[in-house]
């Protein structure tokens, strides 16, 4: 069983930046793909971003690419998401998930609230 927890959001003005942080226990991230997924008020949850457990390759959702890093410290059991020049649409709850292949996820976090005004 992997818990995870969120942490780093807050409110921000449009053109800001914030450092989302997700921290494991229970067992290593070592062999899982990570995600950051956000969900809007109204709106579905989405994807944001993926990397897989070597931490090579990463993946980003067209709304977020060139804006946000993802990354990962599996020393620290930690991953997470850079947010540069942030815009009000990325007003959502931020999630990370683990799973054993990217874009599926078994354990998610309970979720960190990102607020960007305009």
């Known amino acids: 069983q992997v818990q995870l927890v969120e942490s780093g959001g807050g409110l921000v003005q449009a053109g800001g930046s914030l450092r989302l942080s997700c921290a494991a226990s229970g067992r290593t991230l070592s062999g899982y793909a990570m995600s950051w997924l956000r969900q809007a008020p109204g709106k579905e949850r989405e994807f944001v971003a993926a990397i897989p457990w070597s931490g090579g390759s990463t993946y980003y959702a067209d709304s977020v690419k060139g804006r946000f890093s993802i990354s990962r410290d599996n020393a620290k059991n930690t991953v997470y998401l850079q947010m540069n020049s942030l815009k009000s649409e990325d007003t959502a709850v931020y999630y990370c998930?683990?799973?054993?292949?990217?874009?599926?996820?078994?354990?998610w976090g309970q979720g960190t609230q990102v607020t960007v005004s305009s």
């Open positions: 998930a683990a799973g054993w292949a990217l874009y599926k996820y078994i354990y």
